[in-house]
């Protein structure tokens, strides 16, 4: 098991675990993307791509 303070968010279970949650990824991924492409996003769908 990974300890918090040894993940970022380029760690593959960190960023899942974010992004996969029901009430903030949305806006957790929103975030990111805003902040790493410097311009508002409209429109953003999240698309599961692993089933742990």
């Not at 029901?22 to 311009?39: D, F, M, P, V």
Request: aromatic share 10%.
């Amino acid at each position: 098991m990974k300890r918090l303070e040894d993940m970022n968010l380029v760690d593959d279970f960190l960023a899942y675990s974010l992004t996969a949650h029901k009430t903030y990824g949305e806006k957790a991924s929103r975030y990111i993307l805003e902040c790493i492409l410097q311009r508002k996003i409209r429109r953003l769908t999240l698309v599961p791509q692993k089933v742990w």
